[in-house]
Every structure is written in C-alpha cells, then in structure tokens.
C-alpha cells in the first residue's frame, strides 16, 4: 500500500492553504494511500485504443426557443416582499458599500 507521510500531507495542506491539526494530517496520510493504490491500478491497464471522455454518457445541450409568456407583474411580483424600493426587492446590505 502507498504511503504519504504525515509532513507530505502538511505540505499539500500548505500548498492548499488548508489548516489542518495533527490528528486530520495523520487520518489523510492513510486515506491518500488508499487513493494513489487505486490510481495505480487504473494506470496498469491498457487503454490503448480507448477513447477518453470526461462522462460516462454523451452530453447534449438542450436547447428551447424562448417564447415570451405572460408573467408577474411588478407589483404582483414584489406583494410577498418584506421590503421593496423603486419597484426592487430590497435587501439588507453585506458589503458594507455605499
């Protein structure tokens, strides 16, 4: 079984900038062990010939034409607001922005 050390894992978390305490650093060596085995066996085999693909199914895009339909109004959009302002639904402010 692979292995990372404790002070491999520190330095990923590093690199990652992921504070991590002692216990967690020790936890992850074992399971990133586990992780580089199963790669390992996933590049023993021969995939010569094999097309490679990021989905197990093809991806399509589907697309609809848009078609305008009748909606809210403003006013019917905004009657369940708590508050509202210039016809906008008015919210608390988080960035601290003028």
């Known amino acids: 079984m692979s292995t990372l050390s404790r002070d491999e894992v520190a330095k990923l978390a590093g690199l990652a900038r992921i504070e991590m305490t002692e216990a967690e650093m020790v936890d992850l060596s074992s399971q990133f062990g586990t992780i580089l085995d199963a790669v390992a066996r996933v590049q023993e085999l021969d995939l ?45 402010q988080i960035l601290g922005e003028e």
Do not use: C, M, W, Y
């Open 48 to 92: 010569i010939g094999v097309k490679a693909t990021s989905h197990p199914q093809p991806l399509e895009n589907i697309a609809r034409p848009d078609v305008v339909q009748p909606s809210l109004t403003p006013d019917e959009a905004l009657s369940g607001a708590p508050a509202q302002e210039e016809q906008r639904f008015r919210v608390p």
